[in-house]
């Protein structure tokens, strides 16, 4: 190589990349000192995060999966490894069965309507000039208070005597319903209060990914023939909102499968077990009957559950989303 090509050229350059190797040098040569300094400053800098990874998920999953193959209960000095047999008793479990049905129940009524629901309203805010700061945070608001203090809100408004929903259905002449203590319905009340609390979540959601989609692309739209809202909203939003949407679906099926605030605090389970989800029973196993081991099988079953959930929707999802 000639020596003015070689001194043309910067010493990261030189340092960093592989010298041809057809009748010349072909060695790797070492990272520059900059390069190493990058990456000590990139290590240092992620390391808080990774320790933080470590000691709250890591750790604790590897403890749980742990504890699942033993009979470990709450105090117990020496618990004894009993391999998958807490997953064969709860697979066996009629209450585990029951508390998978009305599991689906709930994720099948709560996701989809949330979902519509969030981005109905944020097409709708999206749409006002005035009041959208007042909107967003009238809808945001579930999402931030805490679900356990609204629940005697909730109460009273499903009282079947003085609740507000009872005497609203009074006045159409409807009889009064028993919402929380009736098995037939206490399910779908408890989620009208899921659907409640994640249409705000989803809201936001939407709206950001609308606040992100060029006005150029609406205004080719119209000019292209689209000028009903509906027609612009199926030929540019709905394609550009492809990965907010995939997103939206992947978070909210994850939050409904892991409710049970609103089962422990309004129904305990109840009643006749009509609203026991399968995280409500974990709870049962591990921190009502002390059944450390059962209650890790039955985490252990979710988690895992779960990442196959989100894994597929993924995977199904990516290939038919427009990424701009």
Known sequence: MPPWFCSALSPELMT???LPASGMVGTVSRPSS????QRRAGALLASPA????LLLVLLPSSAVLVLSLTDYQLAMTAPS??????????MADPQFAKSLRNTAIYVATVAPFSIALGLLFALMIESRRTLRGWYRTAFFLPVTA????MATAWEVLLHPTFGLVNMLLATFGASKIRFLSDPDVALMAIAAIGIWKQIGFNLVLFLAGLSTIPTELYESASLDGADSGWRRFFLVSWPMLGPVVLFVVVITLIRAFSDFEAVVVLTDGGPVRST????????EEAFRYFKIGTGSAIAVMFLIFLALVSWLQFKVGNRR????
Do not use: M, P
């Open 50 to 53: 990774a320790l933080l990874l």
């Open 276 to 283: 026991s989800v399968v995280l409500f029973l974990l709870y």
């Open 146 to 149: 805490t679900l356990v203090a």
């Open 81 to 90: 490894f009993v391999g998958l047999d807490n997953y064969g008793a709860t």
């Open 16 to 18: 960093d990349s592989l």
């Open 321 to 324: 989303i427009h990424y701009a």
């Open 34 to 37: 900059r390069l190493l300094t």
